[in-house]
Every structure is written in structure tokens, then in C-alpha cells.
């Protein structure tokens, strides 16, 4: 008996599977994918908006002003520090 070429017969056809398997789970959650979250009056969807937006803004609104007070160390320790030359 030869192994070797049962191996690499198995191990092909083990390939050809899993290929064979994405490809069937890949056709089928595009096909699933609906627009349930689409919102229709421009009004609501307006809203909606500005309500994720806020949400994003408040954390990066609370790093800004660290950003801020680190660029405001940065410019009084060389006001502080005069660089000799």
C-alpha cells in the first residue's frame, strides 16, 4: 500500500472541502443581509445620527482636553527651560 499518495489524497480533498464550505458560508450570509436598520424619514435618520454622533464625541472630547493640557505643559517647560546653545 502506498500512504504517501493516500496522505496527499486525503489532504487535497480535505482542501477542496473547507474551500467548498467557506464558499457556501460566504453566499449565504450575504444573501441574509437585510436593511432592517435603514431608517426611511430623513428626520429620524437625522436624529439618529447626531444621537451616535454625540455618543463618539464625549470620549474624544475628554482626550482632547488631556491633549490640551499635555500642550500646555509642553509650551511652559520651555518657557521655563531657555535652550542653551
Known amino acids: ?5 493516500l496522505k496527499k489524497g486525503l489532504a ?5 472541502a473547507s474551500i467548498a464550505l467557506v464558499i457556501f458560508y460566504v453566499s449565504n450570509t450575504k444573501t441574509s443581509i437585510t ?3 435603514t431608517i426611511d ?9 447626531q444621537k ?3 455618543l463618539i464625541a464625549k470620549p474624544l472630547n475628554i482626550g482632547m482636553k488631556s491633549v490640551l493640557y499635555v500642550k500646555e505643559h509642553d509650551s ?7 535652550k542653551q546653545e
Open 76 to 82: 511652559d517647560k520651555t518657557k521655563i527651560f531657555i
Open 12 to 16: 487535497f480533498a480535505l482542501l477542496i
Open 41 to 49: 424619514d430623513p428626520e429620524i435618520a437625522y436624529r439618529e445620527t
Open 35 to 37: 436593511n432592517s436598520d
Open 52 to 54: 451616535a454622533l454625540r
Open 1 to 5: 500500500m502506498n500512504f504517501n499518495g
